[in-house]
């Protein structure tokens, strides 16, 4: 525990920016005390270890047995926010992921010839790490990205092939209202549509496509096995144009030049 504790309590002040005199100050210790804990030269007694788990919300457990400097910014993040899995347990979804060699989370690729492996292998580090990778520098460093392959037309105008870059959703109940997901399912793999969430009274989600000829359709979170938000898409394709709305802007063009036909007539 000695230095896994140590160099833990040292990081985690050092990537929030803060000096030994803020910590002791919030902690109400003196400040060659904290200085002797992160050199390990003392020994945290219970009371320290709880008041430096609950000052940076990090079970006690992840503070003295986990090297958190070896976490990616993506797994730090989600610590912040209280995915600790010796806090919430089975709450905490395990993601299968892959870093670079700077320890950055890379963007996964899931192409169309992958999709059917990756709803059986999307838990599996070893599938995984065989997929493409890259980056994408205006994202950020602290989420986790994945992109997906879509097929079929219920998501027009984003053509059929796009490449749609989804962030990771932990908490599910978080999911907005009207926004578009890539959500993978337990019998119908990836798809890709526009969610209404219903999980905090009815425990599903409703699935609804922009293509007005598909029906929308539920789905119960026991089948839900992945969440991600749409970011972004990548297609070589210029998407059709709304041909119900360029048909009503030729309408009003149309009457507009009927209105001026008619009052030229009656100025003469």
């Not at 292998?121 to 980056?135: C, M, Q, R, S, W």
């Not at 599910?172 to 997901?181: D, S």
């Not at 709305?245 to 036909?261: F, G, H, P, S």
Request: proline letters at 4%; a neutral charge.
């Amino acid at each position: 525990m000695k230095t896994t504790f140590c160099q833990n309590i040292k990081f985690l002040r050092t990537r929030r920016g803060r000096t030994q005199d803020d910590v002791a100050t919030a902690l109400n210790m003196k400040r060659s005390t904290l200085s002797g804990y992160e050199n390990g030269v003392a020994q945290p007694n219970m009371e320290a270890l709880v008041a430096f788990s609950e000052y940076y919300k990090v079970a006690i457990d992840s503070l003295i047995r986990a090297d958190l400097s070896h976490l990616s910014g993506f797994e730090l993040s989600q610590l912040e926010r209280g995915y600790d899995v010796f806090v919430r347990g089975t709450n905490l979804r395990i993601l299968a992921t892959t870093v670079n060699s700077q320890n950055i989370e890379n963007i996964e690729l899931v192409n169309e010839r992958a999709k059917a492996g990756y709803t059986t292998g999307y838990a599996d580090p070893e599938y995984i790490k065989v997929l493409p990778t890259f980056h994408l520098p205006f994202l950020s460093k602290e989420r986790k990205y994945r992109t997906f392959q879509i097929s079929g037309d219920s998501m027009l105008p984003i053509p059929d092939g796009a490449y749609i870059t989804g962030e990771f959703v932990q908490n599910w109940e978080t999911i907005r209202n009207k926004w578009p997901y890539i959500v993978l399912t337990l019998n119908d793999g990836i798809v890709f549509k526009i969610a209404e969430n219903r999980i905090k009274n009815e425990y599903k989600l409703t699935l609804h496509a922009l293509n007005t000829l598909y029906d929308p359709f539920d789905i119960h979170v026991s089948e839900i096995r992945e969440v991600w938000k749409f970011v972004n898409y990548i297609s070589p394709e210029i998407p059709e144009p709304n041909r119900e709305i360029n048909k009503l802007t030729d309408e009003v063009t149309r009457l507009k030049k009927t209105v001026q036909a008619i009052q030229l007539k009656m100025d003469l």
